[in-house]
């Protein structure tokens, strides 16, 4: 296994960011902010970029309600007064998270979306492995070189496809045990944390920690208020809800 490095200027590569994944993996695991400029030149290395593609879910009215529906079902039937969420926060975080795709489409990002499902069970799930899986084998025969940055075991099996096509698969992900606001009194395990699997079917593995500094955002480089790196939150990220608004976290 290898750790970041540049490559060769003539190997084409193609990215792929689960976005659920690694919002959970920096935002909530490491405590870090991403400027995501800094992130594509930090994954493109010094290589010829072919594609970097963002997958991420997208709320929809009708699933908002619905959502809404259901947990004011559960809060009643528990006696508890539900408290229905302010409607100019929820439309503010919308908006946050097309500003937030807009960026990454002006800065060598193609956006990859679909609606979020909420199921009768109150469960909701933007499940975009499959789009993910398709597009990688759809561009092996473009590529010397696949970087998914993911720690999901659900791509074993098309890591090790498009390894069979000759295209090297590198994987950044971390396995760090614990977050990074964990304490001895609260021992809270990292969340998205890479299977074992997934880095075994990889040629190489990137431990995320590492590519930090590479890619923080630099709150400090400011200069004029236009001028300032977009800081997206996390639910903007990865189409997480917030608490506060009355959902429960995407599986």
Same mark, same amino acid.
């Given at each position: ?146 970087? +998914? ?6 791509? !074993?099996?098309?890591?090790? @496809?498009? %390894?069979? =096509? &000759?295209? /090297? ?38 431990? +995320? ?6 890619? !923080?955002?630099?709150?400090? @480089?400011? %200069?004029? =208020? &236009?001028? /300032? ?23």
């Amino acid at each position: 296994m290898s750790q970041f490095s540049v490559a060769h200027a003539n190997e084409r590569v193609a990215i792929f960011i689960d976005g659920w994944n690694f919002a959970k993996a920096t935002y909530e695991g490491l405590g870090v902010r991403v400027d995501f400029k800094r992130l594509l030149t930090a994954l493109t290395g010094g290589r010829m970029l072919i594609r970097a593609l963002y997958y991420i879910g997208e709320w929809s009215d009708e699933g908002f309600a619905l959502m809404q529906s259901l947990r004011r079902a559960r809060l009643v039937e528990g006696g508890a007064v539900y408290t229905p969420p302010d409607p100019t926060e929820i439309e503010r975080k919308r908006a946050q998270q097309q500003g937030f795709i807009r960026m990454l489409n002006r800065n060598g990002y193609q956006v990859v979306k679909k609606p979020v499902k909420v199921f009768a069970d109150g469960n909701t799930k933007a499940d975009l492995d499959i789009e993910l899986a398709i597009d990688m084998l759809t561009l092996a025969d473009r590529c010397d070189r696949q970087i +998914l940055v993911s720690g999901d075991s659900d791509f !074993v099996p098309v890591v090790k @496809a498009v %390894g069979m =096509r &000759g295209v /090297r698969v590198q994987v950044v992900a971390t396995q760090t045990p614990l977050a990074y606001n964990a304490s001895p009194e609260h021992p809270r395990s990292f969340p998205a944390r890479a299977s074992d699997e997934l880095l075994d079917a990889a040629d190489e593995f990137t431990e +995320l920690r590492e590519l930090v500094p590479h890619i !923080v955002l630099q709150e400090h @480089a400011q %200069g004029r =208020r &236009g001028n /300032r790196p977009f800081s997206p939150s996390p639910e903007s990220m990865s189409s997480l809800p917030l608490d506060d608004d009355g959902l429960d976290d995407l599986d």
